[in-house]
């Protein structure tokens, strides 16, 4: 496998082959991130074709307060991993390398999908998502790029801006690996004492019973969604949101979608000391 850190060297080395079946990261990779290469190694278009993961900790989706400095840098180690998944090449830019000159252009997805959820929590956090995203597959030129479910919202709004760019990619969402608990697998997990680890997954058990509620119409949802919050408040969470939508574009569902059969969502982040955790479940 080789790594790469340059743009030049990525573009030369790519061009001889074709159809790139990529995988974005900041790195810090666990079992999640490994099964989006398996996944990618699955939807490549030929044998051949390369499987590219992408290590860059994108500083235009952090807020100030955020974890950026403290993300952890694990790249010998994800190499390692990498390499055993069957990635093929892992493009590993420094910030001078993808952000040569501040990023002044930059993509400003829809608020009606951006500014709501994470967005309302994280503002700017999508712009920098998709700023970073949409450069990434410039250098790449992939023909299959795989994300991980747990992040849906933004697996949604790379979705549609990869439609709306007209961009000759095919987005494959990837669904979400869990632990033996039930956790949802995320670098951040990382961040948990002891305590808190075993305490994360409740925040998977709350979304649950509010799945299981959801499409019964006895109470309201608004009830609902308030009693999620109120049960993980009183574990000593600060919860953001826990919330059903509908899974087509992120907004609440009318009572006749909620109490047939629409496809929907429920969603939740939550804090747990100083660590923020998102989960998400279909139904
Ligand atoms: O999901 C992530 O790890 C990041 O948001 C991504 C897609 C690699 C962009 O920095």
């Given at each position: 496998?080789?790594?790469i850190?340059?743009?030049?060297?990525?573009?030369a080395?790519?061009?001889?082959?074709?159809a790139?079946?990529?995988?974005?990261?900041?790195?810090?990779?666990?079992?999640?991130?490994?099964?989006?290469?398996?996944?990618?190694?699955q939807?490549?278009?030929?044998?051949?074709?390369?499987?590219?993961?992408?290590i860059?900790?994108?500083?235009?989706?952090?807020?100030?307060?955020e974890?950026?400095?403290?993300?952890?840098?694990?790249?010998a180690?994800?190499?390692?991993?990498?390499?055993?998944?069957?990635?093929?090449?892992?493009?590993?830019?420094?910030?001078?390398?993808?952000?040569?000159?501040?990023?002044?252009?930059?993509v400003?997805?829809?608020?009606?999908?951006?500014?709501?959820?994470?967005?309302?929590?994280?503002?700017?956090?999508?712009?920098?998502?998709?700023?970073?995203?949409?450069?990434?597959?410039?250098?790449?030129?992939?023909?299959?790029?795989?994300?991980?479910?747990?992040?849906?919202?933004?697996?949604?709004?790379?979705?549609?801006?990869?439609?709306q760019?007209?961009?000759?990619?095919?987005?494959?969402?990837?669904?979400?690996?869990r632990?033996?608990?039930?956790?949802?697998?995320?670098s951040?997990?990382?961040?948990?004492?002891?305590?808190?680890?075993?305490?994360?997954?409740a925040?998977?058990?709350?979304?649950?019973?509010?799945?299981?509620?959801?499409?019964?119409p006895?109470?309201?949802?608004?009830?609902?969604?308030?009693?999620?919050?109120?049960?993980?408040?009183?574990?000593?969470?600060?919860?953001?949101?826990?919330?059903?939508?509908?899974?087509?574009d992120?907004?609440?569902?009318?009572?006749n979608?909620?109490?047939?059969?629409?496809?929907?969502?429920v969603?939740?982040?939550?804090r747990?000391?100083?660590?923020?955790?998102?989960?998400?479940?279909?139904?």
């Open positions: 496998m080789q790594v850190r340059s743009l030049r060297e990525l573009r080395t790519l061009d001889a082959r074709s790139a079946a990529f995988v974005p990261t900041m790195g810090n990779l666990h079992e999640g991130h490994l099964s989006l290469v398996h996944e990618a190694v939807r490549r278009a030929a044998p051949d074709s390369p499987v590219v993961a992408s860059f900790v994108n500083r235009l989706q952090f807020l100030p307060h974890d950026f400095d403290r993300y952890p840098r694990t790249l180690r994800d190499v390692e991993l990498l390499a055993s998944a069957g990635c093929d090449l892992v493009f590993a830019p420094d910030e001078r390398e993808l952000y040569p000159e501040p990023q002044v252009y930059k400003q997805p829809p608020a009606a999908l951006a500014d709501i959820l994470e967005g309302e929590f994280r503002p700017g956090f999508f712009t920098g998502v998709c700023t970073v995203v949409l450069k990434l597959f410039h250098c790449v030129q992939p023909a299959v790029a795989v994300f991980g479910k747990k992040d849906y919202q933004q697996l949604q709004v790379i979705e549609a801006m990869t439609r760019f007209a961009l000759p990619i095919q987005i494959v969402g990837h669904d979400t690996v632990a033996g608990d039930g956790l949802a697998l995320s951040r997990n990382g961040y948990l004492s002891a305590e808190e680890r075993s305490e994360a997954v925040l998977q058990q709350v979304l649950h019973r509010l799945a299981d509620a959801a499409r019964d006895g109470r309201s949802l608004a009830q609902r969604e308030a009693q999620a919050a109120a049960d993980l408040r009183q574990r000593g969470w600060a919860p953001d949101y826990l919330t059903l939508r509908r899974r087509s992120l907004l609440a569902p009318t009572d979608e909620r109490c047939g059969s629409a496809p929907l969502v969603l939740g982040a939550a747990l000391g100083s660590t923020r955790l998102i989960d998400n479940l279909e139904l």
